[in-house]
């Protein structure tokens, strides 16, 4: 619609130019302002609008799922900072993998996937990941998502579990490797000792040691991409360090 407005102007012009040709500059001008000015009005300026940690909120449903997420996804290990880094992962396996994403997709999985297993959302007895999809559907449509894509979400959320089979979506197998990948290095320390810190937990050093030992031997037999693989060699690395650092400060492990 735009262009066929600018062309016809420029047709304008040139008939212009033959009959008055010393007044076509300041007319150009004009025009090519007036319709950039068009242009302008047409199209709203974009969103700059984003999460903590920068991904764009640019549409009405993606500020409300975060700020429910804000309000509801609140867990020092499998909370909103998960959330963002399991998209931002995602993002980057897909990338080294050339696997197209559906940013609304990842968005929306990336928000929900732990919710039910969190405390308000979790059923006795039903898996965090059939509850986190169970519950979603209702609260993407109550914000505007865009419903036929929850198919895709809910293919995101129920593949997520490292104990379970990967996806035969290539991107949700790359959200389920992100979401692994998570577990180890740095970042896999700080949310394990986390943990902790829920109430009620009662985990002593060397249980959180056993597991982050556990963490270094299985989790990265679970990652298939290449981009992954080479992600998780690196953490993997970053733990058994951390863990030979601990062992040697501690008397071999006896004063844990
Ligand atoms: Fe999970
Ligand atoms: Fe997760």
């Known amino acids: 619609m735009r262009l066929t407005l600018i062309s016809s102007k420029y047709r ?9 040709p010393l007044s076509l500059g300041l007319l150009t001008i004009f025009v ?5 000015g068009f242009a302008q009005k047409a199209s709203p300026p974009p969103s700059t609008a984003t999460t903590a940690s920068g991904i764009s909120l640019d549409t009405a449903w993606k500020v409300r799922l975060y ?13 909103l900072a998960h959330a963002e880094r399991n998209f931002h992962l995602t993002m980057d396996l897909a990338k080294r993998q050339h696997v197209e994403v559906d940013e609304d997709v990842l968005f929306a999985a990336s928000f929900l ?3 039910g297993g969190l405390k308000n959302f979790a059923k006795e007895g039903v898996d965090h990941a059939i509850r986190s999809a169970e519950i979603s559907e209702a609260i993407l449509k109550s914000q505007g998502f865009p419903t036929a894509k929850f198919p895709d979400v809910r293919e995101m959320i129920l593949s997520h579990v490292y104990y379970g089979p990967a996806s035969a979506s290539p991107v949700a197998a790359l959200f389920r490797e ?8 740095a970042i896999g320390i700080a949310r394990l000792f986390a943990v902790t810190l829920e109430a009620g937990a009662e985990t002593s050093l060397r249980d959180i040691v056993k597991t982050l030992t556990s963490f270094a031997k299985t989790f990265s037999t679970q990652i298939q991409s290449s981009a992954g693989q ?11 360090e951390f863990l030979r650092q601990l062992k040697s400060e501690s008397m071999e492990g006896k004063a844990l």
Request: glycine letters at 4%; a negative charge.
């Open 178 to 185: 992100a979401d692994i990948l998570d577990f180890l290095g």
């Open 67 to 79: 700020e429910f997420a804000k309000l509801n996804v609140v867990h020092p290990s499998w909370g």
């Open 113 to 115: 996937h732990d919710l």
């Open 230 to 240: 080479e992600l998780a060699r690196q953490r993997t690395h970053e733990l058994n």
């Open 12 to 20: 304008f012009l040139t008939t212009l130019q033959k009959t008055f």
């Open 32 to 36: 090519i302002t007036s319709s950039n």
